[in-house]
């Protein structure tokens, strides 16, 4: 008799898995009460990319709408430092009705896979991309050794 029972209860958990599964299907995507929010995982801000040449690094990264005076960069230990702010405050005489780029203020910690020479590091902005050359130093260098045979 007791086999009926476990059945049935087979039998309801299906239509349970299977009520959950269209539930999730024709889920109500209109109503923002009832949608999860689920978080993009934040990126970086700004988006960078480093490469590398046979005697220098060379960073690159995307800083649209900050001048010269916005962006300082540093050499710390083994490490890029790429730090900025962007202001968006209205001119002087007029309001703003619709602001969507906010003000922001970032620091950026590149490590760095070998040493460089600080000293001869430079840094242009040129149409929002900031490119930051990073000449590795003399011990980083690749050297050529000669084989002799004897």
Known sequence: MLTGW????????????????LD???FDWSDPALVRVRRAPRLAWPATNVFETPEA???????????E??????VEEDSLV????RKV????????????????????????????????VTATLTNGVLTVTL????????????VKAV
Not at 6 to 11: A, F, S
Not at 57 to 67: H, N, T, W
Not at 82 to 85: A, S, Y
């Open 69 to 74: 005076g916005d962006v300082a960069v540093s």
């Open 6 to 21: 476990t059945d049935l209860e087979h039998t309801f958990r299906t239509f349970d898995r299977l009520q959950r599964r």
């Open 89 to 120: 405050d209205a001119p002087a005489g007029y309001q703003a009705h619709l602001r969507e780029r906010a003000p922001v203020a970032f620091t950026r910690k590149l490590p760095l896979p070998a040493r460089v020479d600080a000293e001869r």
């Open 82 to 85: 790429v730090r900025g702010e």
């Open 24 to 26: 999730r299907a024709f």
């Open 135 to 146: 000449p590795k130093s003399k011990d980083a260098l690749p050297r050529q050794i000669a």
């Open 57 to 67: 690094f060379v960073v690159k990264a995307d800083v649209p709408g900050l001048g």
